[in-house]
């Protein structure tokens, strides 16, 4: 039969187990302030830069590649497609080249760089089709749909000199863009605010785990590495009957 000290100890120990959880919380409590301070400035940031997000517009276009040779609808074959998709991603890498993009950064006088421009086009594979996807992006609408249009035909000049035959033809000219690309402003306050908790939290955990004070009989168990035995309560002598008040 176990004492009645063992059911006691045992208590003891589950409500210190219980109350682990809660000692975070109250670290996120008592830290509030150092929570707040660090959460704010990466907050702030967020907000800067939703705010601060550049008005975009995409000029794009449609090409359609073939091997030039000519075919009904009934007699393509799956290795005839298969060709036209690999000429497509061939050209996908010919239309970002140093010659086509030089000359149209020549031709609209650009001020942007070659690298920068390259990062800004792009062109594309439709998957299981013969059609190619180039884009460009600008904060001029009008811009973005003249560079992307005149990309895509110096991007045909240049497969008819180097393949000796017309095998890529417009489906879609790009038009002027009416609206903007989404700026995502509601997006990025959600990832600021998330971020700036977490920041904020983690900081607060940090400096509690470097605090070298006593909280609890348990740091001390930890400490020493034995069991408890028993506390001595804090209490004011003034106020005990018959007591003094520390002096005599």
């Not at 039969?1 to 109250?26: H, I, N």
């Not at 609408?141 to 890529?168: S, T, Y």
């Amino acid at each position: 039969m176990r004492r009645r000290e063992e059911f006691y100890e045992d208590d003891f120990y589950e409500d210190e187990e219980e109350l682990d959880l809660m000692d975070l919380v109250f670290t996120l409590l008592r830290r509030w302030k150092l929570i707040t301070l660090t959460a704010i400035p990466v907050f702030a940031l967020g907000v800067f830069f939703a705010a601060t997000r550049p008005t975009v517009y995409k000029g794009e276009m449609t090409l359609m590649v073939s091997s030039g040779r000519n075919y009904v609808a009934s007699s393509l074959e799956s290795g005839e497609l298969s060709v036209n998709q690999k000429l497509a991603t061939t050209y996908a890498e010919m239309a970002k080249s140093r010659v086509i993009l030089n000359n149209v950064i020549k031709k609209y006088d650009l001020d942007e760089s070659l690298k920068e421009l390259q990062e800004k086009v792009t062109i594309n594979p439709v998957e299981d089709t013969e059609l190619l996807q180039l884009t460009y992006k600008n904060g001029d609408p009008v811009m973005a749909a003249a560079v992307v249009n005149e990309i895509g035909n110096e991007f045909m000049l240049k497969v008819r000199e180097v393949m000796n035959f017309q095998n890529i033809k417009v489906v879609e000219p790009a038009e002027v863009p009416k609206e903007a690309l989404p700026k995502k402003r509601a997006l990025i306050l959600a990832i600021s605010l998330v971020l700036s908790v977490m920041v904020g939290c983690m900081s607060a955990f940090i400096v509690e785990f470097f605090f070298c004070k006593l909280r609890k009989p348990k740091d001390i168990e930890k400490i020493l590495g034995t069991s408890m035995l028993g506390m001595v309560p804090d209490f004011n002598l003034s106020l005990v009957e018959g007591g003094t008040d520390g002096k005599e």
